[in-house]
């Protein structure tokens, strides 16, 4: 029998992978979505993978797909809904870019490279807390208001034991949120270097 804090977890990722397939189809097709339309659309995914819906299943859906992805981050999750379900501006490259700075600084002492353990301070550490805080306020100084917001929100989900994590971290940074920046990133600089290519040829003497 599952808990509450289960339930809601596959609510949550089961609204996520709705938003994700909503953000493929849209990817696909030439002509833009309607907001209201991608509502419904994300309605009716999250519903087929949250209910059984007589499947010959032991789980539903989003339970084999948490079984491989584990709890999303808060950041990443409201990074997802905000892009595919409200109109916004496109996430900031600066954002994405300290975002793979501190994954190649956590990951590897995360996971024994070093003499300590970042990982220890996502349990109740100020100094961590202060560090995410003002990192926050920093996306704000820089524009990006929804980033604070964001970070505003995986603060009070923690602050809340919304996941089964206890750790800080956990709601703020997980593998996936890195490797969307690390390919968002290495999209841009194609896209920059193609267009500066495709002027450099236009603009050719002769």
């Known amino acids: 029998m599952m808990n509450w804090m289960q339930i809601l977890a596959l609510i949550e990722l089961s609204i996520t992978c709705g938003v994700v397939i909503v953000w493929f189809i849209h990817l696909t097709i030439s002509k833009s979505l309607p907001i209201a339309m991608r509502w419904i659309l994300v309605l009716i995914l999250a519903n087929v993978f949250f209910w059984p819906m007589g ?4 789980l539903p859906l989003v339970g084999y797909v948490r079984g491989v992805t584990g709890d999303l981050s808060i950041v990443l999750t409201l ?3 905000s892009a595919v379900m409200l109109p916004s501006r496109p996430v900031p490259v600066g954002f994405r870019v ?17 003499m300590f353990d970042p990982y220890v301070w996502g349990y109740g550490s100020l100094g961590f ?12 100084l820089l524009g990006w208001t929804k980033g604070v917001w964001i970070f505003a929100i995986a603060i009070i989900a923690w602050a809340g034991h919304w996941h089964e994590s206890a750790n800080l971290w956990d709601y703020v940074l997980d593998p996936l949120l890195v490797f969307w920046a690390l390919i968002t990133c290495i999209r841009i ?10 002027s450099g040829y236009l603009f050719r003497p002769g």
């Open 98 to 114: 300290a975002l793979i700075c501190i994954a190649l600084m956590f990951y590897p002492l995360a996971l024994g490279l070093g």
């Open 189 to 198: 600089l194609f896209i920059r270097r193609r267009n500066k290519a495709q």
């Open 55 to 58: 499947l010959s299943l032991e």
């Open 129 to 140: 807390l202060i560090g995410v805080v003002l990192f926050a306020l920093v996306c704000g």
């Open 79 to 81: 990074l997802l809904w």
